[in-house]
């Protein structure tokens, strides 16, 4: 049996699915704490506050849809569309991380993320089958 057919990807996929909505849902009810996995701080004033608030709702929503397009993917799409919609989500992962490292923080927290994920992907895509 090709790597690309092993049901246990589909299981994978599902958890990857679950981290990202929580990570949303984190965002939408708790954005500080959603700030901090970006290692940035809450700023002091009121009105940028608010204003960091509603971009980690962006954020949040984000994330919640990325994951919902995974759980659709793996439950009523081909393999590759799921491949492709976790290839998809590993590259919003290390646009995050290079954006932490452009401040110079926590980018490996999103790349090793996005990375197992790019990795399930590209197996979903058959690009480890043999002929």
Known sequence: MPLSQSSSLYWVANAYATITVGFGINALLRPDAALSMFEFEPPAAAAEHHLVNRLMAVYGVRDIFMGLAIYVAASLGTRK???????????????DGLICLLDGHNQW??????????????ILLGVLDRS
């Open 109 to 122: 927290g999103h790349w090793s993320h996005g990375l197992m994920i790019g990795v399930v992907g590209t």
């Open 81 to 95: 569309s799921l491949g492709w919609t976790l290839v998809s989500t590993c590259a919003v992962a290390m646009a």
